[in-house]
């Protein structure tokens, strides 16, 4: 019997990540669990997580990924434009490098060899923290 929050084959997600420098990791971790909720899943059924290579360093995603033990994959801009995506921002393009951050980390972390945007669950769910910070999560269900 396939348990919730195993990693099973019908509960598995990739979490794409953005957020503004700096941002607190109450704040991301709050903008994940808000996401998770959103497709009724949990922090268990994460098997994947991506974001952009600018963010290889933010100290909250690198503490959000050692809490629940997970790795990150980080995609540089060009890599993250190449998926479509449903919510394409210019100001995201202008601040990245490309129009999409949170939707196509989850997709390329889901789907890598071909990103789905049918397997995105949670589009764009953004958080602004008490802090001011901006913290945005994209969820998709792994299909391999």
């Known amino acids: 019997i396939f348990q919730r929050g195993h990693g099973t084959p019908d509960r598995r997600y990739a979490l794409g990540l953005g ?3 700096n941002t607190p990791l109450t704040t991301l971790e709050t903008a994940v669990g808000e996401a998770l909720m959103q497709c009724g899943a949990d ?12 963010k290889s360093d933010e100290p909250a995603l690198l503490q959000l990924a ?3 033990g997970w790795s990150i994959r980080f995609h540089t801009a060009a890599e ?3 998926v479509d995506v449903p919510n394409p921002s210019e100001t995201v393009r202008r601040h990245t490098g490309t129009p999409s951050v949170s ?3 989850a997709l390329l972390a889901a789907c890598p060899h071909a990103p789905d945007m049918k397997q995105l669950l949670v589009e764009k769910h953004r958080l602004r923290g008490l802090d001011g910070r901006n913290a ?3 969820i998709a269900r792994i299909t391999a």
């Open 80 to 82: 993250l434009a190449t």
């Open 19 to 21: 957020c503004d420098r």
């Open 103 to 105: 939707e196509a980390a």
């Open 136 to 138: 945005t999560v994209s």
């Open 66 to 68: 050692n809490k629940f």
């Open 43 to 54: 922090f268990a059924d994460v098997a994947a997580v991506a974001s952009i290579t600018l």
